[in-house]
C-alpha cells in the first residue's frame, strides 16, 4: 500500500502527527478545544500532565488554566515535536511553570509526582494495548485526580457536497482496510466509540463522558480549505489499492481548485465530525 502525504506523516510513520498537520489541526479546531477543556472543570493551581503534548498547544490552553500557581508537564516520544514546543512556550508563557519530558506512552509510569488531571488527547488511537496505559496513568493521579481521554471517531465524516453513495464507498472502503490490511505502526481510526468502554474496564471510581461535534458552514477559509484537502489526499491514499481508475479520479476532483466539482468553494459546503471525551476519576 502506498505511503500517506508526507504532510501528515510523523515520527517513524506515524500517521496524521507531523508539526504542519497538527499545527493545521489545531488551527481549525481551536474555537472547540477552548470550549471543551472548560468543561473538564479543571481548576487554577492544578498540576496536569499533558501526554502525547506533540507541539504542545494543549499545554499552552492548560497553562493558562492552571495559572501561576499551577503546573504543567507536557510528555511525547516524538524528540522534535517536543523541542519545537519547548521553544515556543518558552516566549508564549516564560512565567509558568511548565517542564517538557521526552519519553514513550510506555515509559510514563516511571515519571515522578502526582497529578491533578492527567490528559491524553487523540492519542489512544496509537496505543495498542489502552487498558494497560490507563492502569500506569491512573497510579500517577491523586486520590480524587482523573485521567480525561479524547479521540475523533472517523465513522462520523460529512463533507457535502460531496454525492452521499460516493462518500459511503469510501467511508465503506476504509472501514475495511483498518479491518484487514492495514501496515506499519499501530492506528485506530475508530478509538471514538471505543473510549467509554475502556475507561469502564479500568473501574475507576466514576466515568462521565460528552461527545463533541466539530462542524463548519462554508464557503471554506484557507485553513479549513487546507485541512479538508489534507483530509482528502489521506483518505484517497490510504484506500487508494481499492479503487478504480473512475473511483479515484471521480474523488480528486472534489478537492481539486480548478475543478468545478471542488467542495471547500461551494456554497453547499458543510463538515462535520464527531470526537468523544471521557474522564475517569481515581
Given at each position: 500500500m502506498s505511503k500517506t502525504p508526507s504532510l501528515?506523516?510523523?515520527?517513524?510513520?506515524i500517521e496524521l502527527?507531523?508539526?504542519?498537520?497538527?499545527?493545521?489541526?489545531?488551527?481549525?479546531?481551536?474555537?472547540?478545544?477552548?470550549?471543551?477543556?472548560?468543561?473538564f472543570d479543571i481548576r487554577e493551581g492544578d498540576r496536569v500532565l499533558d501526554l502525547g503534548c506533540g507541539p504542545g498547544f494543549w499545554v499552552e490552553m492548560l497553562a493558562d488554566i492552571v495559572g501561576k500557581s499551577g503546573a504543567v508537564v507536557g510528555a511525547d516520544f516524538d524528540e522534535g515535536l517536543i523541542h519545537h514546543a519547548a521553544k515556543t512556550i518558552a516566549l508564549s508563557r516564560p512565567d509558568h511553570d511548565i517542564a517538557f519530558k521526552c519519553i514513550s506512552f510506555e515509559e510514563v509510569g516511571d515519571m515522578l509526582g502526582t497529578f491533578d488531571v492527567i490528559f491524553f488527547?487523540?492519542?489512544?488511537?496509537?496505543?495498542?494495548?489502552?487498558?494497560?496505559?490507563?492502569?500506569?496513568l491512573a497510579v500517577l493521579v491523586r486520590p480524587g485526580g482523573r485521567v480525561i481521554g479524547r479521540n475523533w471517531d472517523g465513522?462520523?465524516?460529512?463533507?457535502?457536497?460531496?454525492?452521499?453513495?460516493?462518500?459511503?464507498?469510501?467511508?465503506?472502503?476504509?472501514a475495511e482496510v483498518f479491518d484487514t490490511?492495514?501496515?506499519?505502526?499501530?492506528?485506530?481510526n475508530y478509538f471514538g466509540r471505543k473510549l467509554p468502554g475502556t475507561f469502564r474496564r479500568h473501574g475507576f471510581k466514576k466515568v462521565t463522558g460528552e461527545t463533541q461535534v466539530i462542524e463548519?458552514?462554508?464557503?471554506?477559509?484557507?485553513?479549513?480549505?487546507?485541512?479538508?484537502?489534507?483530509?482528502?489526499?489521506?483518505?484517497?491514499?490510504?484506500?487508494?489499492?481499492?479503487?478504480?481508475?473512475t473511483e479515484r479520479d471521480e474523488w480528486r476532483r472534489y478537492f481539486d481548485e480548478r475543478d468545478e466539482r471542488y467542495v471547500c468553494r461551494s456554497e453547499d459546503f458543510?463538515?462535520?465530525?464527531?470526537?468523544?471525551?471521557?474522564?475517569?476519576?481515581?
Amino acid at each position: 500500500m502506498s505511503k500517506t502525504p508526507s504532510l501528515l506523516n510523523g515520527e517513524n510513520g506515524i500517521e496524521l502527527a507531523s508539526l504542519e498537520w497538527l499545527s493545521l489541526h489545531h488551527r481549525v479546531k481551536a474555537p472547540e478545544r477552548q470550549q471543551i477543556l472548560k468543561r473538564f472543570d479543571i481548576r487554577e493551581g492544578d498540576r496536569v500532565l499533558d501526554l502525547g503534548c506533540g507541539p504542545g498547544f494543549w499545554v499552552e490552553m492548560l497553562a493558562d488554566i492552571v495559572g501561576k500557581s499551577g503546573a504543567v508537564v507536557g510528555a511525547d516520544f516524538d524528540e522534535g515535536l517536543i523541542h519545537h514546543a519547548a521553544k515556543t512556550i518558552a516566549l508564549s508563557r516564560p512565567d509558568h511553570d511548565i517542564a517538557f519530558k521526552c519519553i514513550s506512552f510506555e515509559e510514563v509510569g516511571d515519571m515522578l509526582g502526582t497529578f491533578d488531571v492527567i490528559f491524553f488527547s487523540n492519542c489512544f488511537c496509537y496505543v495498542p494495548d489502552p487498558q494497560e496505559l490507563l492502569r500506569r496513568l491512573a497510579v500517577l493521579v491523586r486520590p480524587g485526580g482523573r485521567v480525561i481521554g479524547r479521540n475523533w471517531d472517523g465513522g462520523v465524516f460529512i463533507l457535502n457536497p460531496i454525492p452521499e453513495v460516493t462518500l459511503a464507498r469510501m467511508q465503506h472502503l476504509l472501514a475495511e482496510v483498518f479491518d484487514t490490511d492495514r501496515a506499519g505502526p499501530y492506528f485506530d481510526n475508530y478509538f471514538g466509540r471505543k473510549l467509554p468502554g475502556t475507561f469502564r474496564r479500568h473501574g475507576f471510581k466514576k466515568v462521565t463522558g460528552e461527545t463533541q461535534v466539530i462542524e463548519r458552514w462554508g464557503p471554506a477559509d484557507a485553513d479549513l480549505s487546507a485541512y479538508i484537502k489534507a483530509n482528502g489526499a489521506w483518505w484517497e491514499e490510504t484506500v487508494s489499492h481499492k479503487l478504480t481508475p473512475t473511483e479515484r479520479d471521480e474523488w480528486r476532483r472534489y478537492f481539486d481548485e480548478r475543478d468545478e466539482r471542488y467542495v471547500c468553494r461551494s456554497e453547499d459546503f458543510y463538515f462535520c465530525m464527531l470526537e468523544a471525551a471521557v474522564t475517569g476519576y481515581v
